[in-house]
């Protein structure tokens, strides 16, 4: 697939790294990310027809005033208008949305748009009922190195069902959350047979790449720990009944599964 990302920020870049970790499947043609400003527009349109011809993914990052560009948006598979948590850029993205260049013709279906943040999903009509959430520097790293451990592995799986889902029907107006689900567990028709199939595909290779990492981390914080349970001495005071040495943190190769290229010493 050819999907276009599009936000005057740095979600359309997020976007795009958890995008292209979620559909780079093995077996598969090498996808890609292309990423710039109006300097690459020219250029953009030959990668998107190399990227079709070749029958691999390619995801693009551009920005706001790129989307009523009909040489990128006539090949695109799937254009979505992203944001990030500040106002100024969900103000953007809103405007963007209901601009002419986000208007469907019958050449171009009209874009969706994504909470690339923490934020409360936009109650536009053409909201991914998804938040991929914003990506810490640690995240986009590990993307880049082909890592989609821990947190990563199930940011990619659902992000991946849900631009699935978009794309085999462009022009919907809304996707029920409980598709994307169901997309993932039990298909009624043919087509959402193959697309759990793909989805289930998908899930497989990220799993093959993600142990347990709390197999490997026996000193893991836990969530709870009773031996340092809290309690009420006198009116607003608080005391630990026992105080224990926190266990010792871990290290970033820990973080991720054996055989992970972010595990491997640089």
């Known amino acids: 697939m050819n ?3 599009f936000a005057d920020d740095s979600s359309a870049c997020h976007a795009a790294l958890l995008a292209n970790s979620a559909l780079n499947r093995e077996g598969m043609p090498n996808s890609g990310i292309l990423a710039g400003g109006h300097n690459i527009a020219d250029a953009v349109p030959a990668y998107l027809d190399e990227a079709a011809a070749s029958q691999s993914h390619l995801m693009l990052a551009l920005p706001l005033a790129l989307l009523g560009d009909i040489s990128i ?4 598979d ?3 208008v992203s944001f990030g948590p500040e106002p100024l850029a969900h103000d953007g993205a809103r405007r963007a949305m ?5 208007q469907a013709t019958d050449a171009l279906s009209p874009p ?3 909470a690339s943040c923490n934020r409360a999903l936009p109650e536009a009509s053409r909201a991914l009922p998804i938040r991929i ?3 810490r520097r640690a995240d986009a790293a590990s993307l880049r190195a082909g890592c989609t451990c821990g947190t990563l592995h199930w940011r990619a799986i659902g992000f991946a069902a849900t631009l699935r889902i978009a794309a085999d029907d462009p022009y919907a107006t809304r996707i029920d959350r409980a598709r994307v689900v169901q997309a993932m567990t039990s298909g009624a028709t043919a087509a959402e047979i193959e697309l759990r199939s793909d989805l289930l595909d998908l899930a497989v290779d990220l799993d093959e ?3 347990d990492v709390s197999d490997q981390n026996p000193n893991r914080r836990r969530l709870f720990d009773p031996s ?3 309690a009420r001495r006198g009116a607003g005071r608080t005391l630990r009944e026992s105080r224990q040495p926190l266990p010792a943190p871990m290290s970033a190769a820990s973080r991720h599964s054996a055989g992970c290229a972010s595990s491997r010493p640089a």
């Open 3 to 5: 999907i276009g990302f």
């Open 112 to 114: 969706w748009m994504l």
């Open 228 to 230: 340092r349970r809290i």
């Open 78 to 80: 799937l254009a979505v």
């Open 73 to 76: 948006r006539s090949r695109l």
């Open 133 to 135: 959430g914003t990506l």
């Open 98 to 102: 209901a601009s002419k260049a986000a």
């Open 209 to 211: 790449r993600t142990a």
